[in-house]
């Protein structure tokens, strides 16, 4: 069988899932694997090459990580990246040094010997490294350097591996994305064949391998990952499916109606509406802590399910839309070496005696190729395009104590926020001019302060405005709103969402934030 794919070894880097995000953006398949994973867990997906990542060692210290023995022994090409390249000239006879310089941020390369690869010009790019090479190992030649980096990118030519210190895969290195493309289908030859239709057509043939004729059950939160999920699952499927909405009283105003409307309508699909308003908001009393709050709803969101399924002849499968970063922040078992940064409901949240086998087809995508695989279902563009919410809802968003009355005043100064910002054209975000967000929404801040309202003095909560934009939801920048659009929406939620007399926008990025509040 034809080599189709690249293979990501992960040495532990922070931009790892962005090569992996900038891969298929050359419509190419790729996987992540940590580098010890086993060989042959790696080489079943029959990779036409490898990528390295970099990561935070140094080669020269006893146990650090190296390049696998297969890996270069395959012949296949290969691209080091940072401690990517470090580890392949630490393995092929170079020399690797602390630098005594360090670079950080943006540098400039100049290319001293142009190929197809890197062609010929000084360009732009981001560094993180301490370490550098001193010597390179025999056959291999340099092909760029920066003030600080003799060897900026080096290549054995006649046995295709290729090394970078700079990291292609951000943003912040412009040319990154064409270089990376250059390399997985022009010099490892891996056909460009990644698109919405083929993961569909891939994602429902595993799907149907998994259920077999079985029912399955399939989790509605009204968010876009699990409703993209549901439509992939039903395609894969049809009658099979029994999908189930959650009414948990900690939804965005009107979502319900959007979402029995969208499913009803379009996909004349099975869906049925579970009324839990009043579960939920027992459960949640005086609950206040954020971890807890995800465990109790991602516990009782899975014991309404096996009520349902109960009624519905006790399905063994439950969809859920769990995607690529929630299994990241969430440490998940095949991801067991990340530090976890929250758990999420449909992750780490999820009861030990579950009662489901889980199907989860969008696990290992990003949030824009759910988006793209449910355009290519058919959904509709309100429902594809609308803004990412949590599974657990407003919960995560109302900070301190959940009562009806506090998640009424978030939903209606989220509504406000939303508003204002689609009647501007600033709820999407605008990539060719930046302008706009990528998510968006409101937080309710479990703080009082003093405020005059009518001449009288009030004690009342604040209002936290979030905008961040992002492409992949692992990094994000705050949102540069036009101020009269911020005043307008601080002065509407104050006159119009009682119980609230102080409105802030939060100015953080992710990292060090996390895009949600909790």
């Known amino acids: 069988m034809k080599s189709t794919s690249i293979a990501i070894l992960d040495f532990g880097s922070q931009y790892s899932q962005l090569i992996a995000r900038r891969v298929r953006e050359c419509s190419v398949y790729c996987e992540l694997f940590p580098w010890d994973a086993p060989r042959d867990r790696v080489l079943a997906i029959q990779p036409a090459g490898y990528i390295l990542s970099g990561g935070p060692n140094s080669v020269y210290q006893p146990g650090a990580p190296q390049v696998p023995d297969y890996v270069l022994e395959s012949g296949l090409p ?27 941020g943006f540098a400039e390369i100049e290319v001293t010997r142009a190929t197809n690869f890197l062609p010929a010009g000084k360009n732009p790019v981001w560094m993180s490294h301490g370490d550098r090479i ?16 003799p060897y900026a990118a080096i290549a054995h030519s006649e046995k295709h ?21 250059r390399f997985v289908v022009d010099i490892c030859g891996a056909p460009a064949t990644w698109t919405p239709e083929s993961i569909i057509a891939d994602a429902v043939e595993k799907i149907r391998a998994q259920v077999g004729t079985s029912r399955v059950l399939s989790a509605v939160s009204g968010g876009v990952d699990s409703s993209v999920a549901t439509a992939l699952v039903h395609r894969a499927v049809g009658d099979q499916l029994s999908a189930v909405f959650v009414d948990t009283g ?30 939920y908001m027992e459960a949640l009393k005086s609950v206040t802590e954020p971890e807890r709050k995800r465990k109790i709803i991602g516990e009782l969101f899975i014991r309404i399910f096996e009520a349902e399924a109960r009624r519905l002849d006790n399905p063994p499968f439950l969809v859920q839309g769990t995607i690529y970063p929630d299994v990241v922040e969430s440490s998940a078992p095949d991801r067991s070496k990340g530090d976890k940064i929250k758990t999420h409901h449909n992750v780490g949240g999820l009861p030990e005696d579950l009662q489901f086998k889980l199907v989860e087809p969008l696990r290992y995508l990003f949030k824009d190729e759910v988006r793209r695989v449910g355009e290519a279902l058919g959904l509709p563009r309100e429902l ?29 100064a989220d509504a406000i926020f939303t508003g204002e910002l689609a009647a501007a054209g600033l709820l999407h975000l605008d990539e060719s001019s930046g302008e706009g967000s990528s998510q968006a929404f409101a937080v309710l801040l479990p703080v009082k302060s003093v405020g005059v309202m009518g001449d009288l003095r009030t004690y009342q909560e604040a209002i936290a405005l979030r905008a961040v934009t992002t492409e992949d939801f692992m990094t994000a920048g705050w949102s540069r709103l036009p101020y009269d659009l911020l005043a307008k929406v601080s002065s509407r939620i104050v006159n119009e969402v009682n119980g609230v007399n102080r409105v802030v926008y939060d100015i953080t990025t992710k990292p060090p934030a996390t895009i949600e509040w909790e």
């Open 384 to 412: 594809v395009w609308r803004q990412p919410f949590p599974g657990p809802g407003l919960a995560v968003r109302c900070l301190g104590e959940i009562t009806p009355e506090r998640v009424e005043k978030l939903r209606q």
């Open 161 to 181: 591996i290729y090394g970078l210190q700079f990291h292609p895969e951000v943003r912040h290195t412009p040319m990154g994305k064409d270089l990376l493309c």
């Open 134 to 149: 001193e010597a390179l190992p025999p056959g291999f030649h340099s092909l760029a350097s920066s003030p600080n980096s």
């Open 250 to 279: 900690l939804l965005r105003l009107h979502e319900r109606e959007q979402v029995e409307a969208a499913f009803k309508g379009h996909h004349a699909m099975q869906l049925s509406t579970v009324d839990a308003r009043t579960q």
């Open 78 to 104: 290969t691209l080091g990246i940072c401690y990517g390249m470090q580890t392949l000239t630490h393995r092929l006879g170079g020399k690797v040094s602390p630098s005594g310089e360090r670079e950080f």
